[in-house]
């Protein structure tokens, strides 16, 4: 099992960033990462950002039952797709779930982003597949995105935003600020006469990487 030393505050670093990159507005999305104990350290419901403080963090056991908060918080509304990622993939410790705008694009249209760019299998394992479409806040999207997400660091969630997966809240933060990048980039060559694609055997290869990584984290 993967866990984060000092997971309130790595939790926290990575929303205040997540924020200044953009990736999100307001209290959209959400940050959580694993503890040794197999608790997780989950971002509040309804709290912008901006004036998240260490005390706001919430703690929930693998089911999700709320070990610690601080009066009138409570975790975010999307937990139980946290949730299901930790238990279906053991070598993580954070996930983060975001909006960023040229991914959701792809989500809406319910199009993956192609591994179009060199660097793109190597960090994320391959292109970035859609979800099958569940209403927010039920367990069907954990279902549905734990499938999407296999061998990937991320997946779409259909109509909704991305998910993203890593050893840690500022690994899992690289995959997003990635995967928005390259969706743009995706969607501006498609003006030019569309992505051409890279070789299947470079993305394959490029794929392996992803997978030592993920099993070697630095």
């Known amino acids: 099992m993967r866990f984060v030393d000092d997971a309130a505050a790595a939790v926290l670093a990575a929303a205040k ?11 959209a999305g959400n940050i959580s990462a694993r503890r ?10 309804s709290v912008d950002y901006s004036a998240m403080t260490l005390d706001d963090m919430v703690v929930v056991d ?8 601080a009066d009138g918080r409570n975790p975010s509304s999307e ?3 946290h949730l ?15 909006h960023p705008v040229w991914a959701t694009m792809f989500a809406v249209a ?5 591994a179009c760019v060199d660097e793109f299998a190597v960090y994320c394992g391959g292109g970035i597949r859609c979800a099958d479409y569940a209403a927010s ?3 069907d999207v954990g279902h549905n995105a734990v499938k999407a997400l296999e061998g990937r660091a991320a997946a779409l969630i259909a109509n909704h935003g991305l998910v993203a997966v890593g050893p840690r809240p500022d690994k899992a933060l690289h995959v997003t600020a990635l995967v928005e990048r390259t969706a743009q980039i995706a969607w501006g060559a498609r003006a030019l006469g569309g ?8 993305n394959t290869n490029f794929a392996s990487v992803y997978t030592y990584l993920r099993a070697n984290p630095s």
Do not use: K, N, W
């Not at 693998?62 to 908060?69: C, E, L, M, P």
């Not at 299901?84 to 975001?98: E, K, L, N, P």
């Not at 319910?110 to 192609?114: A, T, V, W």
């Open 17 to 27: 960033d997540m924020l200044r990159r953009g990736l999100v507005e307001g209290t």
């Open 110 to 114: 319910h199009e993956p982003i192609p």
């Open 62 to 69: 693998a089911d999700g039952a709320v070990v610690q908060a």
């Open 36 to 45: 040794e104990d197999g608790h997780i350290v989950i971002t509040p419901s």
């Open 137 to 139: 806040g039920t367990p």
């Open 84 to 98: 299901a990622c930790y238990r279906a993939f053991d070598d993580i410790g954070s996930v983060i779930h975001s």
């Open 79 to 81: 937990m139980a797709l």
């Open 195 to 202: 992505p051409v694609p890279i070789p299947d055997e470079v």
